[in-house]
C-alpha cells in the first residue's frame, strides 16, 4: 500500500531500522511522524499489526527520534502514505522471513495463525525465532502484502485518550527529570525593537532564580521552579527598556503589499490571460495564527558532550540541524526526541522553544531546561500562516462552459521550517546578539504540493490554464506552514469563482461542476455531500447553501463540504455535510475525527480570525483579540467516507479545509446574494462586499 | 509565607507567595500536571479544577483564596476509578491532541453530577452553554458535547 519509490524508506533502507523483536511478546515499531494530535500513532500500530498478524497491544510504536529512521516533517497530509508505506512494506518483508525461518523448523506447511507460526501440532512465535531471522537487509518493497485480518478498517480507539483524559503526565509540559531547572523568555515588544538596557541584578539576586541570560534581545529567566520563573519573568519585564521598531506596515495594507513587492515568481502552468474574461475578481485572507490551546514547551540537558532535546517538533531531524548549525556544534552532538505536546497544525513555535531550551541547557550545563512561551508570545511571535491574494479570470463559451482560466497567486512563501533556509529559522537565534534575520519564507516544489500555488490549478476541465504564484522576497511578518498551506485560499477562490459562474449562467451549482469534472471519485464524493445534505431543498428564510470542493494538492484525498448559513447581521453556520474519499481507510473514526476537525478549524478561520499587527507589533495577543470557534458556534456537522478498499491509503488531515472555507462562502452568497471575497467572513466584510 | 490547602483529600501545605495562581501550586509545587496551562487569564478553560466542587480557573485563582478550601483536580475526580463523563469520552473517542480535555473533564463533571442527581440528562444546549468558555482548536467539539450528554443519561 505504499506509494513507489517511497522517501521514507529511500532514507531508511534497513528493516532492523524499523522493525525491532527482541524483546519478547512485543514488537517495537519506529517512526519519524509524530503524534500532533491527529492519532497517526493509533493508525501505524494498526497498519503493522494487520502485516505481521499480531495484536495490537502487542505492537510498540517508538516516536520520532534522531536515532530512529528520519522522515524528514510530519507535514502535508502524508505520514499514511510515507511512515504507513515503509511500515507495511518492512512488517511484510519481515513476516516473510520469519514464515522461512518457521518453515526450516516446522516444515513446509507452516503458516501464521494467530500471531503464531504453526504446523497443526507445535507452534512458534516471531520471538522464539528472533535469534535466527537477521532483519538487517533492505526492506523489499515488492513482496505481496498479506491478506488483512479486519484489523484495518477497524475504529480501533486511540492509544493516547485515556492518558489525556485522566490527566496522567503524556505532554512535554508534563515531563520533570531530576534537577530540571524552568524558563522564560521576555520578548521584545515587537519586530524590530531592540534591548537597551537591562538591569536585571534585582532578579537574579533572588535566591530560587538561577540565571538571568541576556544575549542580544534574548532574555531569559531561569529558575528552581516554574513559580519563580514565571514570577521573575513578569518583575523582568518591568526592568528592560526597548527601542521602538521601525516597522511600519499594518495588516489592513497587506494586499497592497503583497501585490506591489518584489516577488519571485513561478509558472505553475503555461497559458495567457482569457481575452474576453466573463469573471474576474480577488480573494484574500489574511495572516491566520495556529491558536493551539497549549504554549510550546522544550525541555533540553548539554551533559557528557551530547545535547539532548526533547520537543514537540513536526521534524525532530531538520529541526537537529538547525539546532546544531545555529550553536555551532557537531550535529552528532546533539539528539531530538519527539514528545506529544498540545494540537500542531503546522509550523508553530514548537521548534522555536527547542532551541530556546537547547540554547539555555549550553549555558547552564548538567541539569535539564524546561521552557514554556506564555500565551501572548504565542499568539504574537509564532509563525503565522501566510496572508494571500489571489487574481482569478475565466472566459466560457454561451452555455457557460469555461474555456480559459488564469490564477495568480500572491504572498508569502508557505515554509520557514528548520534547516529549510540558507541560515536557522529559530526565532531567538534571530534576535541574538549577531543573529541572522529569519529569512523570507520560501515554497515547497511543485512535486511536494506547492505551497502559494498549493491547489491553485483546478480540478476541472477549464481549457487552457495560466497559473502564476508570485512569492514575496520580503516578509513583513513571520510566516510559515499552516494546515493546508495555500490550498484554504486557492480553493475558496476556485469554488466562489466557480459557484459565480453557476449562478451567472443560472445553472445549478452541482451540475455547473459536474459539467466540468471528469474525475470520477471528485464526482463521486460532490453527489455523496450533495444527497447527505438533501441539495436542492426549499431554504428557510435568510438561510443559504453552499458547496466547495477539491481533491488535496491535486494528488490526495478528495473532499466535498456543503454548508448551510443563516445570515442576518452575522454568519451563524446551520450544518456541515462533508463526503471524503482518501482511498483504503485504515481507521474509519480516525478519519472521521480529522476530517470533522479539519472543517471546524477552517470555519474558525474563514468565519472570524485575522492576526492583527501595526508597526512590527503583533496587537492580536490574547483570547479576546485572537477570538476562536467556541462550543455554542459550531454546527452539526456529518461525515461520509467512501471507503475504496482497493486503492491506496491517503492522508486526511488537510483534505477538509478547503473545500470548508468555499462552501461557507458559497452559502453566504446564496443567503445574502452578496459575495463577499476577502476573509475572514464578518459582518465587517459583509457590509464592505454590500456596499462595493 | 505557608498556605494550607486540601487537595484531592489530602492537607497539603505549601510556600509560596499570597498571589501565586493556584495553578502553579498544583503543577509545580505538588506535581498535579493533569491541570493545564493554556493562557494564565481564565480565557480558555484548560486549567479548570474544582474549588468546594464549583468549577473554577486555577491560572487566575491566586492561592491564598484557595486556602482552607477543598481542591479537585483531574487526578482526585473520583475515589475510584474514571468519573462517567471520562468513560464517555474515552468510548466516543471524544478529542484529539486532548490538551483542552482535563479543564472540559472537570467542567462537565460538575454539570453531569448535577445532573444526575436531578435524575434529568442534559441538553444539547445547556452542555454548550456550560463549555462556552473552554476553547478547543481540533475541532472536536461535537464529540464532546455527545460524550457529555450521554454521561448524563447513564
Given at each position: 500500500m505504499?506509494?513507489?519509490?517511497?522517501?521514507?524508506?529511500?532514507?531508511?533502507?534497513?528493516?532492523?531500522?524499523?522493525?525491532?523483536?527482541?524483546?519478547?511478546?512485543?514488537?517495537?515499531?519506529?517512526?519519524?511522524?509524530?503524534?500532533?494530535?491527529?492519532?497517526?500513532?493509533?493508525?501505524?500500530?494498526q497498519?503493522?499489526?494487520?502485516?505481521?498478524g499480531?495484536?495490537?497491544?502487542?505492537?510498540?510504536?517508538?516516536?520520532?527520534?534522531?536515532?530512529g529512521?528520519?522522515?524528514?516533517?510530519?507535514?502535508?497530509?502524508l505520514?499514511?502514505?510515507?511512515?504507513?508505506?515503509?511500515?507495511?512494506?518492512?512488517?511484510?518483508h519481515?513476516?516473510?522471513?520469519?514464515?522461512?525461518?518457521?518453515?526450516?523448523?516446522?516444515?513446509?506447511?507452516?503458516?501464521?495463525?494467530?500471531?503464531r507460526?504453526?504446523?497443526?501440532?507445535?507452534?512458534?512465535?516471531y520471538?522464539?525465532?528472533?535469534?535466527?531471522?537477521d532483519?538487517?537487509?533492505?526492506?523489499?518493497?515488492?513482496?505481496?502484502?498479506?491478506?488483512?485480518?479486519?484489523?484495518?478498517?477497524?475504529s480501533?480507539?486511540r492509544?493516547?485518550?485515556?492518558?489525556?483524559?485522566?490527566?496522567?503526565?503524556?505532554?512535554?509540559?508534563?515531563?520533570?527529570?531530576?534537577?530540571?531547572?524552568?524558563?522564560?523568555?521576555?520578548?521584545?515588544?515587537?519586530?524590530?525593537?531592540?534591548?537597551?538596557?537591562?538591569?536585571?541584578?534585582?532578579?537574579?539576586?533572588?535566591?530560587?532564580?538561577?540565571?538571568?541570560?541576556?544575549?542580544?534581545?534574548?532574555?531569559?529567566?531561569?529558575?528552581?521552579?516554574?513559580?519563580?520563573?514565571?514570577?521573575?519573568?513578569?518583575?523582568?519585564?518591568?526592568?528592560?527598556?526597548?527601542?521602538?521598531?521601525?516597522?511600519?506596515?499594518?495588516d489592513?495594507?497587506v494586499?497592497?503589499?503583497?501585490?506591489?513587492?518584489?516577488?519571485?515568481?513561478?509558472?505553475?502552468?503555461?497559458?495567457?490571460v482569457?481575452?474576453a474574461?466573463?469573471?474576474?475578481?480577488?480573494?484574500?485572507?489574511p495572516?491566520?495564527?495556529?491558536?493551539?490551546?497549549?504554549?510550546?514547551?522544550?525541555?533540553?540537558?548539554?551533559?557528557?558532550?551530547?545535547?539532548?532535546?526533547?520537543?514537540?517538533?513536526?521534524?525532530?531531524?531538520?529541526?537537529?540541524?538547525?539546532?546544531?548549525?545555529?550553536?555551532?556544534?557537531?550535529?552528532?552532538?546533539?539528539?531530538?526526541?519527539?514528545?506529544?505536546?498540545?494540537?500542531?497544525?503546522?509550523?508553530?513555535?514548537?521548534?522555536?522553544?527547542?532551541?530556546?531550551?537547547?540554547?539555555?541547557?549550553?549555558?547552564?550545563?548538567?541539569?535539564?531546561?524546561?521552557?514554556?512561551?506564555?500565551?501572548?508570545?504565542?499568539?504574537?511571535?509564532?509563525?503565522?500562516?501566510?496572508?494571500?491574494?489571489?487574481?482569478?479570470?475565466?472566459?466560457?463559451?454561451?452555455?457557460?462552459?469555461?474555456?480559459?482560466?488564469?490564477?495568480?497567486?500572491?504572498?508569502?512563501?508557505?515554509?520557514?521550517?528548520?534547516?529549510?533556509?540558507?541560515?536557522?529559522?529559530?526565532?531567538?537565534?534571530?534576535?541574538?546578539?549577531?543573529?541572522?534575520?529569519?529569512?523570507?519564507?520560501?515554497?515547497?516544489?511543485?512535486?511536494?504540493?506547492?505551497?502559494?500555488?498549493?491547489?491553485?490549478?483546478?480540478?476541472?476541465?477549464?481549457?487552457?490554464?495560466?497559473?502564476i504564484?508570485?512569492r514575496?522576497?520580503?516578509?513583513?511578518?513571520?510566516?510559515?506552514?499552516?494546515?493546508?498551506?495555500?490550498?484554504?485560499?486557492?480553493?475558496?477562490?476556485?469554488?466562489?469563482?466557480?459557484?459565480?459562474?453557476?449562478?451567472?449562467?443560472?445553472?445549478?451549482?452541482?451540475?455547473?461542476?459536474?459539467r466540468?469534472?471528469?474525475?470520477?471519485?471528485?464526482?463521486?464524493?460532490?453527489?455523496?455531500?450533495?444527497?447527505?445534505?438533501?441539495?436542492?431543498?426549499?431554504?428557510?428564510?435568510?438561510?443559504?447553501?453552499?458547496?466547495?470542493y477539491?481533491?488535496?494538492?491535486?494528488?490526495?484525498?478528495?473532499?466535498?463540504?456543503?454548508?448551510?448559513?443563516?445570515?442576518?447581521?452575522?454568519?451563524?453556520?446551520?450544518?456541515?455535510?462533508?463526503?471524503?474519499?482518501?482511498?483504503?481507510?485504515?481507521?474509519?473514526?480516525?478519519?472521521?475525527?480529522q476530517?470533522?476537525?479539519?472543517?471546524?478549524?477552517?470555519?474558525?478561520?474563514?468565519?472570524?480570525?485575522?492576526v492583527?499587527f501595526?508597526?512590527?507589533?503583533?496587537?492580536?495577543?490574547?483570547?479576546?483579540?485572537?477570538?476562536?470557534?467556541?462550543?455554542g458556534?459550531?454546527?452539526?456537522?456529518?461525515?461520509?467516507?467512501?471507503?475504496?478498499?482497493?486503492?491506496?491509503?491517503?492522508?486526511?488531515g488537510?483534505?477538509?479545509?478547503?473545500?470548508?472555507?468555499?462552501?461557507?462562502?458559497?452559502?453566504?452568497?446564496?443567503?445574502?446574494?452578496?459575495?463577499?471575497?476577502?476573509?475572514?467572513?464578518?459582518?465587517?466584510?459583509?457590509?464592505?462586499?454590500?456596499?462595493? | 509565607?505557608?498556605?494550607?490547602?486540601?487537595?484531592?483529600?489530602?492537607?497539603?501545605?505549601?510556600?509560596?507567595?499570597?498571589?501565586?495562581?493556584l495553578?502553579?501550586?498544583?503543577?509545580?509545587?505538588?506535581?498535579?500536571?493533569?491541570?493545564?496551562?493554556?493562557?494564565?487569564?481564565?480565557?480558555?478553560?484548560?486549567?479548570?479544577?474544582?474549588i468546594?466542587?464549583?468549577?473554577?480557573?486555577?491560572?487566575d485563582?491566586?492561592?491564598?483564596?484557595?486556602?482552607g478550601?477543598?481542591?479537585?483536580?483531574?487526578?482526585?475526580?473520583?475515589?475510584?476509578?474514571?468519573?462517567?463523563?471520562?468513560?464517555?469520552?474515552?468510548?466516543?473517542?471524544?478529542?484529539?491532541c486532548?490538551?483542552?480535555l482535563?479543564?472540559?473533564?472537570?467542567?462537565?463533571?460538575?454539570?453531569?453530577?448535577?445532573?444526575?442527581?436531578?435524575?434529568?440528562?442534559?441538553?444539547?444546549?445547556?452542555?454548550?452553554?456550560?463549555?462556552?468558555?473552554?476553547?478547543?482548536?481540533?475541532?472536536?467539539?461535537?464529540r464532546?458535547?455527545?460524550?457529555?450528554?450521554?454521561?448524563?443519561?447513564?
Amino acid at each position: 500500500m505504499g506509494i513507489p519509490g517511497n522517501p521514507s524508506l529511500a532514507a531508511t533502507p534497513l528493516l532492523a531500522s524499523w522493525l525491532d523483536f527482541s524483546m519478547p511478546g512485543m514488537v517495537h515499531a519506529r517512526t519519524g511522524k509524530s503524534e500532533l494530535g491527529q492519532g497517526i500513532d493509533t493508525a501505524l500500530v494498526q497498519i503493522v499489526a494487520d502485516a505481521l498478524g499480531v495484536d495490537q497491544d502487542q505492537v510498540v510504536l517508538v516516536k520520532p527520534d534522531t536515532r530512529g529512521p528520519d522522515e524528514t516533517f510530519t507535514a502535508g497530509s502524508l505520514s499514511v502514505q510515507h511512515s504507513g508505506g515503509a511500515l507495511v512494506a518492512a512488517a511484510t518483508h519481515a513476516r516473510v522471513l520469519f514464515t522461512r525461518a518457521a518453515r526450516e523448523q516446522l516444515g513446509d506447511d507452516a503458516v501464521l495463525a494467530n500471531g503464531r507460526f504453526t504446523d497443526g501440532a507445535n507452534a512458534i512465535s516471531y520471538w522464539d525465532l528472533a535469534a535466527e531471522v537477521d532483519l538487517e537487509t533492505p526492506v523489499d518493497m515488492s513482496l505481496e502484502h498479506p491478506a488483512p485480518t479486519g484489523v484495518i478498517g477497524f475504529s480501533a480507539p486511540r492509544s493516547d485518550l485515556a492518558d489525556k483524559v485522566l490527566g496522567r503526565p503524556r505532554y512535554v509540559q508534563d515531563m520533570r527529570l531530576d534537577g530540571m531547572v524552568f524558563a522564560r523568555i521576555v520578548r521584545p515588544p515587537s519586530r524590530g525593537s531592540r534591548l537597551l538596557d537591562a538591569d536585571v541584578d534585582i532578579v537574579r539576586e533572588r535566591h530560587d532564580i538561577v540565571d538571568v541570560v541576556i544575549d542580544g534581545d534574548f532574555v531569559a529567566i531561569v529558575a528552581e521552579t516554574e513559580i519563580s520563573a514565571v514570577q521573575g519573568a513578569t518583575a523582568t519585564a518591568g526592568l528592560l527598556s526597548w527601542s521602538h521598531s521601525d516597522e511600519t506596515l499594518i495588516d489592513g495594507e497587506v494586499t497592497a503589499f503583497l501585490t506591489s513587492v518584489s516577488t519571485d515568481d513561478t509558472e505553475l502552468s503555461a497559458g495567457s490571460v482569457p481575452d474576453a474574461p466573463v469573471l474576474s475578481a480577488r480573494y484574500t485572507r489574511p495572516f491566520i495564527a495556529h491558536a493551539s490551546i497549549g504554549p510550546s514547551c522544550a525541555i533540553a540537558i548539554d551533559r557528557a558532550g551530547v545535547l539532548q532535546v526533547w520537543s514537540h517538533t513536526q521534524g525532530v531531524y531538520p529541526l537537529r540541524r538547525d539546532i546544531a548549525r545555529a550553536l555551532g556544534r557537531d550535529e552528532s552532538s546533539v539528539h531530538v526526541s519527539h514528545v506529544e505536546g498540545a494540537g500542531c497544525y503546522g509550523h508553530n513555535p514548537a521548534d522555536d522553544v527547542a532551541y530556546d531550551a537547547a540554547l539555555l541547557a549550553t549555558r547552564i550545563p548538567n541539569r535539564p531546561v524546561q521552557v514554556t512561551w506564555s500565551r501572548e508570545d504565542e499568539l504574537s511571535w509564532s509563525p503565522f500562516g501566510p496572508a494571500m491574494v489571489v487574481d482569478i479570470a475565466a472566459a466560457t463559451d454561451d452555455t457557460g462552459i469555461i474555456t480559459s482560466w488564469s490564477w495568480d497567486g500572491y504572498g508569502n512563501g508557505h515554509s520557514s521550517r528548520p534547516s529549510t533556509l540558507p541560515s536557522p529559522s529559530l526565532l531567538t537565534f534571530a534576535q541574538q546578539q549577531d543573529g541572522t534575520p529569519i529569512p523570507p519564507s520560501g515554497d515547497p516544489p511543485l512535486a511536494s504540493g506547492a505551497g502559494t500555488g498549493r491547489n491553485a490549478l483546478p480540478g476541472y476541465r477549464v481549457g487552457e490554464v495560466r497559473a502564476i504564484a508570485h512569492r514575496a522576497k520580503e516578509m513583513p511578518i513571520r510566516a510559515s506552514a499552516l494546515r493546508s498551506l495555500g490550498a484554504h485560499l486557492n480553493v475558496f477562490a476556485i469554488e466562489s469563482h466557480m459557484d459565480a459562474l453557476a449562478r451567472l449562467h443560472d445553472i445549478d451549482p452541482r451540475e455547473y461542476r459536474m459539467r466540468h469534472l471528469d474525475d470520477e471519485r471528485g464526482r463521486a464524493v460532490i453527489e455523496a455531500a450533495a444527497e447527505a445534505s438533501g441539495w436542492g431543498r426549499q431554504m428557510a428564510e435568510d438561510h443559504g447553501i453552499g458547496m466547495g470542493y477539491a481533491r488535496y494538492k491535486g494528488s490526495g484525498a478528495w473532499c466535498a463540504v456543503v454548508a448551510e448559513v443563516e445570515a442576518v447581521s452575522e454568519i451563524r453556520v446551520a450544518g456541515l455535510w462533508i463526503a471524503v474519499d482518501c482511498g483504503r481507510v485504515i481507521n474509519p473514526n480516525g478519519v472521521a475525527n480529522q476530517i470533522e476537525g479539519g472543517a471546524l478549524q477552517s470555519l474558525s478561520w474563514t468565519l472570524k480570525e485575522r492576526v492583527r499587527f501595526s508597526a512590527g507589533r503583533v496587537e492580536s495577543r490574547t483570547w479576546e483579540e485572537y477570538p476562536i470557534l467556541t462550543f455554542g458556534e459550531v454546527p452539526p456537522v456529518e461525515v461520509t467516507l467512501l471507503d475504496r478498499p482497493e486503492e491506496p491509503w491517503l492522508g486526511a488531515g488537510e483534505a477538509s479545509m478547503g473545500p470548508t472555507a468555499a462552501a461557507l462562502g458559497n452559502a453566504v452568497a446564496d443567503a445574502l446574494g452578496v459575495r463577499v471575497r476577502d476573509l475572514p467572513l464578518t459582518s465587517d466584510a459583509i457590509v464592505a462586499a454590500m456596499s462595493s | 509565607m505557608d498556605h494550607d490547602l486540601t487537595v484531592n483529600g489530602e492537607q497539603c501545605r505549601v510556600e509560596c507567595s499570597d498571589t501565586t495562581p493556584l495553578l502553579w501550586v498544583l503543577r509545580d509545587a505538588l506535581g498535579l500536571t493533569g491541570t493545564r496551562f493554556g493562557c494564565g487569564v481564565g480565557s480558555c478553560g484548560a486549567c479548570t479544577v474544582w474549588i468546594d466542587g464549583q468549577p473554577t480557573h486555577s491560572c487566575d485563582t491566586p492561592v491564598w483564596s484557595a486556602a482552607g478550601h477543598h481542591v479537585t483536580t483531574v487526578e482526585g475526580l473520583t475515589d475510584a476509578g474514571p468519573h462517567p463523563v471520562q468513560e464517555t469520552i474515552i468510548a466516543m473517542q471524544a478529542g484529539q491532541c486532548g490538551y483542552c480535555l482535563s479543564g472540559i473533564v472537570m467542567r462537565s463533571a460538575a454539570l453531569v453530577d448535577d445532573a444526575r442527581s436531578q435524575g434529568r440528562p442534559l441538553t444539547d444546549l445547556e452542555v454548550r452553554e456550560a463549555l462556552e468558555g473552554h476553547l478547543c482548536r481540533c475541532g472536536a467539539h461535537n464529540r464532546i458535547v455527545a460524550a457529555v450528554i450521554e454521561a448524563s443519561e447513564a
